[in-house]
């Protein structure tokens, strides 16, 4: 018999919703076919069966939110009895909620909580004698505050820093009296997880922006010189984002602490090197991740990016795609951008974003003026994690590797 | 404004207040001798045997006699060696003194005063039979007035008061305190009941003490206010009944969090009655469940390794008032 385990996603999330099973029980199903659909964060992806054998038993329903690494399903493997398996569910079955975890409306007006108010004092909710009767006093619910003491109670100052923050949001737009005429319209859901993203990534971390011209000459014409064999080999050729992942991930190999995370006064330095490569897609910005970038060759990066590409279009995901991330690269060339300041993508520490390509004068060695192939590199990059000296030294090498391809070699 | 010790204010009271009033008279185990603790020495020089005499040893004959003094006209303010043997008193205390204005359908009064040394010290190591405090079982007989000095000034000005009210009053006085120095005001000085006494400013956070645990209560906010940079107010009651319920009240209103000190131990003790008070009359001003640093629920050995572990000290009461703010 084979457990069969949700795994854990992402580190961002906690949870995942089960959408659909994609085998009933009793079908048969090969070790690394898609078993089910999970919805998580920004898109529904699939989740591949860890074994060969007969789907025993289905243990969290569909649209069920399941806590990553929780067991929710059993296979029967050759020459085991299907229903015996099935019958030891039974025992080991957890009770999985329907309710989605938590999508806390931040535009949601106060005067629209006061009626609510009153609920506040349902059972469930510990909160001090104080606390109620200033939330009372607010029109704060209670059951949206989610700030608490150590021992777990709600006191006064939890209740005001809540009325504090949720003051601080503007109300919806909609309920202004006087204004232009216009329509309600509906944001996709990868739209606002997106725009609630960069909020949060932009109230936590301090950011500040370092730039940088990059003359392309060099990656331009080792891009050529390998276009023909790569595209023989996957079937496409190699974008500039491409050469900028292979260029990023041996600058990073190089400065291990870009590629980490603050958490909670350490750094968490991550030993793999997963470049996220921002991708537009018609629901919005998704950020599919090149796995261990810094150990792939150009050709398989080309492979990986091309592939990443066809998934978002068919909207064919896997879980791993869009997980583990640890560093993003942003091209905005392709829109015409010169440059842009770009949002970090938490909880990395850093973002390359790269403009479009201009043909400037430079003014190269023995006062030679020439016109070179520029693009503008801007890097994001969380100040709790790097100061400007840091930050400015990753730049530099990242650039020097860029303008002199052959340092790949070492 | 001269300064004196708790035990020097006590006996000057009683001297101002013999010569003031010709009934007032003392008696007690070795009151001549001024024997313990020598609150009485050299009152007998002054007033004359007549005035100021030993009694037998016999704790309910003391009490008693004082009962049926005072119906006489005479106003006794008798001493009890230790608080402990009140036990020995309860039917004269509880069943004559304080009922005899209620039964006598307000025709008799029983003005007497009972003197006690209260509770632990670290010096003195009496042991369990020598260290107790129950000022909870004398708040909870109605007609029984408990006075809680903490200071030279309020024991002497208590004492005055105490004497010249016409009500049973035990006058609960603390061995640990006797010692303690401070400024008394010089003059007629009489500190009025049910007037608590603010000792110490605070928004953050208050400790009401009784009254031997005032210094580690006021050396405890000093050092949270180092610490945590947090305020708390402390709170002298002085008397205990009468209670001023409505300084209580105020203060728990300004600071949301409290934490009550007392020796005695925590069952049915004065806190408890305090934390009920505040539950049914506040409970919507407090931020944080009210947290009673008491002594333990044990009798209290005459080692001192055993009586620091009963009797709650400076550290116990930061950590309760730290905790007010989880």
């Known amino acids: 018999m084979i457990e069969i385990i949700l795994p854990a996603l992402t580190w961002t999330m906690k949870e995942a919703r089960v959408t659909r099973w994609l085998k009933s029980p009793g079908e048969q199903i090969e070790k690394g076919q898609p078993l089910i659909e999970v919805e998580m964060d920004k898109a529904v992806v699939e989740v591949e069966s860890p074994g060969t054998g007969t789907l025993a038993a289905i243990m969290a329903e569909e649209n069920t939110v399941v806590p990553f690494l929780a067991l929710i399903g059993l296979l029967a493997t050759e020459g085991e009895d299907v229903k015996a398996v099935a019958a030891t569910a039974a025992g080991r079955q957890t009770a999985f909620a329907t309710g989605i975890a938590k999508e806390a409306p931040a535009e949601e007006a106060l005067s629209a909580v006061q009626a609510t108010a009153a609920a506040a004092s349902a059972d469930g909710i510990r909160a001090t004698p104080l606390a109620k009767k200033l939330a009372r006093e607010l029109g704060v619910n209670l059951a949206e ?88 080999a996957v079937g496409s050729r190699p974008s500039l984002t491409g050469m900028l992942v292979k260029v990023v991930g041996a600058a990073l190999r190089r400065h ?68 583990g991330g640890t560093f993003t690269i942003s091209n905005l060339g392709m829109f015409g951008i010169d440059w842009v300041d770009s949002i970090i993508n938490p909880p990395e520490a850093a973002l390359l974003s790269a403009g479009r390509m201009v043909r400037k004068p430079v003014v190269l060695q023995g006062d030679i003026i020439e016109i070179r192939p520029m693009v503008h590199l801007c890097l994001a990059i969380d100040h709790r994690v790097l100061d400007g000296a840091d930050g400015s030294r990753f730049l530099q090498d990242l650039v020097e590797i860029a303008e002199n391809p052959v340092f790949l070699l070492l | 404004m001269p300064e004196m010790t708790y035990v020097e204010a006590l006996r000057e009271a009683l001297a101002e207040e013999m010569r003031r009033d010709d009934s007032v008279i003392v008696y007690g185990e070795d009151v001549k001798l001024g024997y313990a603790f020598g609150i009485t020495r050299g009152l007998v020089d002054e007033f004359g045997e007549e005035r100021s005499f030993d009694s037998p040893m016999s704790e309910a004959a003391i009490v008693a006699s004082a009962v049926g003094a005072s119906l006489g006209g005479l106003r006794p303010v008798v001493e009890i060696q230790f608080s402990d043997f009140l036990t020995l008193s309860m039917d004269a205390l509880v069943n004559q003194a304080a009922k005899v204005h209620f039964m006598s359908g307000g025709q008799l009064k029983a003005p007497i005063v009972v003197r006690a040394p209260f ?4 010096v003195f190591r009496g042991g369990p039979q020598h260290s107790q405090s129950f000022e909870s079982w004398f708040m909870h007989v109605p007609g029984l007035k408990v006075v809680t000095p903490s200071t030279p000034a309020d024991a002497k000005g208590l004492l005055k008061t105490a004497i010249r009210d016409d009500n049973p009053v035990v006058f609960c006085e603390y061995k640990s305190l006797y010692g303690s120095r401070g400024q008394v005001p010089e003059g007629e000085h009489l500190v009025p009941f049910g007037k608590a006494a603010i000792r110490r400013q605070g928004t953050d956070a208050m400790i009401v003490a009784t009254a031997p645990m005032m210094p580690k209560a006021l050396a405890a906010a000093e050092t949270i206010a180092k610490d945590g940079g947090w305020e708390v107010l402390v709170l002298d009651l002085r008397t205990l009944a009468p209670l001023d319920k409505d300084c209580l009240l105020t203060c728990v209103k300004q600071t949301h969090r409290v934490l009550i000190a007392e020796e005695d131990c925590k069952t049915a003790g004065v806190g408890s009655e305090l934390a009920a008070i505040i539950a049914e009359e506040a409970i919507e001003y407090l931020d944080a469940p009210i947290v009673r640093v008491a002594g333990l629920d044990a009798p209290i050995g005459a080692t001192a390794a055993l009586e620091e572990f009963v009797v709650p000290d400076e550290k116990r009461i930061v950590g309760g008032v730290r905790s007010l703010f989880t």
Do not use: C
């Open chain 2, 119 to 122: 509770g632990a010290v670290g």
């Open chain 1, 145 to 232: 505050v989610t700030d608490h003491g150590p021992s777990g109670r709600i006191r006064e100052t939890d209740v005001n820093a809540h009325f504090l923050k949720a003051k601080a949001a503007t109300p919806p737009v909609s309920a202004r009296p006087l204004g232009p005429s216009g329509e309600l319209v509906e944001i996709s859901r990868v739209k606002r997880l997106t725009g609630e993203r960069m909020r949060q990534s932009l109230d936590v971390a301090p950011h500040f922006w370092l730039h940088r011209d990059l003359d392309i000459t060099e990656l331009q014409n080792v891009r050529a010189r390998l276009a023909p064999r790569i595209e023989s």
């Open chain 1, 256 to 323: 291990p602490h870009v590629n980490a995370s603050f958490d909670n006064e350490r750094l968490l330095v991550w030993s793999d090197v997963n470049i996220g490569v921002a991708m537009a897609t018609s629901d919005g910005l998704i950020v599919p991740v090149v796995h261990h970038a810094d150990r792939k060759s150009i050709e398989e990066i080309t492979r990986d990016l091309a592939e990443l590409r066809r998934r978002s279009k068919d909207k064919d995901f896997r879980a791993q795609d869009l997980s």
